[in-house]
């Protein structure tokens, strides 16, 4: 797929089909995340690919209240250490971008119960949890959402 074709085409997808990901496509992702630029290479985050129905559905319905998160085959857990957001935001783009490649469907997700997950997954107080993505072949095609206009947007030397 061209670069521009898979930012354009991508949306949230919150309906799944069932169909599992292979692993050779999860290979590729895990590719994208690992080229991900970050500060001084530091590479603060570390990412769970959570394949399992069980913690996939505890997490769905006690941390998020959102049950496409269980319909997806593939929920990302993306961990960093304090404070390094921004680094894990950067490597998250790239895997969602990397998933669009490969014919799959994301969706970010930014609100949820962390101590919930934190429990379910067994991570460390002093780890943070910045995001949640559903990975997996979308059972819905919504229309692009409308956007300001670049003039809106972008502007050259100084803001005004």
């Known amino acids: 797929m061209e670069f521009s074709e898979v930012i354009s085409t991508r949306r949230a997808i919150r309906k799944y089909k069932k169909d599992h990901v292979s692993e050779e496509k999860l290979a590729r992702i895990y590719e994208a995340i690992h080229a991900a630029p970050s500060g001084n290479n530091h590479q603060p985050y570390k990412f769970i690919f959570v394949k399992d129905a069980e913690q996939r559905l505890r997490i769905a319905s006690e941390a998020c209240h959102q049950e496409f998160l269980f319909e997806a085959p593939v929920l990302m857990v993306a961990c960093c250490e304090k404070n390094r957001a921004f680094d894990v935001a950067i490597a998250v783009d790239h895997l969602v971008l990397a998933a669009i490649n490969e014919g799959l469907s994301t969706c970010w997700v930014g609100w949820f119960e962390k101590d919930i997950v934190r429990e379910i997954l067994s991570i460390p107080e002093d780890i943070e949890?910045?995001?949640?993505?559903?990975?997996?072949?979308?059972?819905?095609?919504?229309?692009?959402?409308?956007?300001?206009?670049?003039?809106?947007?972008?502007?050259?030397?100084?803001?005004?």
């Not at 072949?137 to 206009?149: L, Q, T």
């Open 129 to 160: 949890i910045a995001i949640l993505v559903s990975i997996g072949y979308g059972d819905e095609n919504p229309p692009a959402k409308e956007r300001k206009s670049i003039d809106e947007l972008i502007r050259i030397d100084r803001y005004s």
